[in-house]
T-cell receptor
Framework: GAVVSQHPSRVICKSGTSVKIECRSLDFQATTMFWYRQFPKQSLMLMATSNEGSKATYEQGVEKDKFLINHASLTLSTLTVTSAHPEDSSFYIC???????????FGQGTRLTVV | QQQVKQSPQSLIVQKGGISIINCAYENTAFDYFPWYQQFPGKGPALLIAIRPDVSEKKEGRFTISFNKSAKQFSLHIMDSQPGDSATYFCAASMAGGTSYGKLTFGQGTILTVHP
């Protein structure tokens, strides 16, 4: 299947700092990517839709100023968690859909721990 | 509003047995129904998917059964193996526009296969 690469896989940061997470589609172009958040033993909750060349679309309740999304190319989307707090600690996962098949592939996920 | 409901929450099966996970959806605009497998600390991996124009799809030991009138679909894992122990998510999406590739997930099922 198609490959979506996410980096870093784990990050620990201090409260008040910012963290950037990268999501790359390695073998296909993705005009749209998605960012999900997952708490332990829970399902994936969609945070935002990342659109290449335009503003991201955020789900209700997600602070767009805290979770900055940039989709500068057809293969790269980034999520920046700004002024991170311990409650932002979670597993963040990106996905991209391949072509007309609607098949979505996920990155490996990023475990963020804010101390 | 939870648009995709998944059951059971957890499932224990003996090696060689059949694992069955069920999902029900509400939005009749959904037209793509994938199942994902997730191991701890990893992103979800696409297992198998189905569209509403077929009632069953089989790939190896994995089979999806789809009942459009009841708005239900299920995953059957034949000859379950200890290596199948993971969390399984059903999902649904619709084609077109800003919804392309956007997945709504069920709550997840933790499958444990005993040797």
């Amino acid at each position: 299947g198609a490959v979506v690469s996410q980096h870093p896989s784990r990050v620990i940061c201090k409260s008040g700092t910012s963290v950037k997470i990268e999501c790359r589609s390695l073998d296909f172009q993705a005009t749209t990517m998605f960012w999900y958040r997952q708490f332990p033993k829970q399902s994936l909750m969609l945070m935002a839709t990342s659109n290449e060349g335009s503003k991201a679309t955020y789900e209700q309740g997600v602070e767009k100023d805290k979770f900055l999304i940039n989709h500068a190319s057809l293969t790269l989307s980034t999520l920046t968690v700004t002024s991170a707090h311990p409650e932002d600690s979670s597993f963040y996962i990106c996905s991209a859909a391949q072509g007309a098949s609607q098949r979505s592939f996920f990155g490996q996920g990023t475990r963020l721990t804010v101390v | 509003q939870q648009q995709v409901k998944q059951s059971p929450q957890s499932l224990i099966v003996q090696k060689g047995g059949i694992s069955i996970i069920n999902c029900a959806y509400e939005n009749t605009a959904f037209d793509y129904f994938p199942w994902y497998q997730q191991f701890p600390g990893k992103g979800p991996a696409l297992l198998i998917a189905i569209r509403p124009d077929v009632s069953e799809k089989k790939e190896g030991r994995f089979t999806i059964s789809f009942n459009k009138s009841a708005k239900q679909f299920s995953l059957h894992i034949m000859d379950s193996q200890p290596g199948d122990s993971a969390t399984y998510f059903c999902a649904a999406s619709m084609a077109g526009g800003t919804s392309y590739g956007k997945l709504t997930f069920g709550q997840g099922t933790i499958l444990t296969v005993h040797p």
